[in-house]
T-cell receptor, first 115, second 116 residues
């Protein structure tokens, strides 16, 4: 079955530690995205990548970093510089630029708690 | 800038009753429009989408939505709600910019509760 996997489902970290969230897709999609979801707010875009070895900042990139070394993988690192990292993080993918208006497929999410 | 408004944070309906969830958008041109459903602690699943053409769009799980340009709305409907429909429903509008339509503006969601 094609889809997006995110691991782990729950993640706990101490303040000041960097943490990396995994996202893998086997949909052969070119574009991948990271979102943050907080109660009462719409999804907010952190980073996105339209092609391997290239990525762009979204609306709330400060305190986060990403890499896109393989088409299938788009890990997100939450650094100690992120002031309020506790949130639900969602990874998504889409076919890519020029081939559709952004219909995105989502993974099950990772809930990160930093204390 | 594009925006999406879902005025109802929480809606409760009885099982078997009809449902309408509101979505209003602000966009300069004719928009693309999506509705997603999110179960607790899960990712989003696409219910339906509007790109162009027929303004009444059919989706999965018996849902439909109607695009009304004059009202800048894309309301989601279902004639008879099932208990399994309890979830959060999110309206979304892809943003057109130099990168195409890869960015999406999401509404804040409407949480649907279904009572027996």
């Amino acid at each position: 079955d094609g889809g997006i996997t995110q691991s782990p489902k729950y993640l706990f970290r101490k303040e000041g530690q960097n943490v990396t969230l995994s996202c893998e897709q086997n949909l052969n999609h070119d574009a991948m995205y990271w979102y943050r979801q907080d109660p009462g707010q719409g999804l907010r875009l952190i980073y996105y990548s339209q092609i391997v070895n290239d990525f762009q900042k979204g609306d709330i990139a400060e305190g986060y970093s990403v890499s896109r070394e393989k088409k299938e993988s788009f890990p997100l690192t939450v650094t100690s510089a992120q002031k309020n990292p506790t949130a639900f993080y969602l990874c998504a993918s889409s076919i890519g630029e020029g081939r559709g208006p952004g219909e995105q497929y989502f993974g099950p999410g990772t809930r990160l708690t930093v204390t | 800038a594009q925006s999406v408004t879902q005025p109802d944070i929480h809606i409760t309906v009885s099982e078997g009753a009809s449902l309408e969830l509101r979505c209003n958008y602000s966009y300069g041109a004719t928009p693309y429009l999506f509705w997603y459903v999110q179960s607790p602690g899960q990712g989003l699943q696409l219910l339906l989408k509007y790109f162009s053409g027929d303004t009444l769009v059919q989706g999965i799980k018996g849902f439909e939505a109607e695009f009304k340009r004059s009202q800048s709305s894309f309301n989601l409907r279902k004639p008879s709600v099932h208990w399994s429909d309890a979830a959060e429903y999110v309206c979304a509008v892809p943003r057109g910019d130099s990168g195409g339509y890869q960015k999406v503006t999401f509404g804040t969601g409407t949480k649907l509760q279904v009572i027996p």
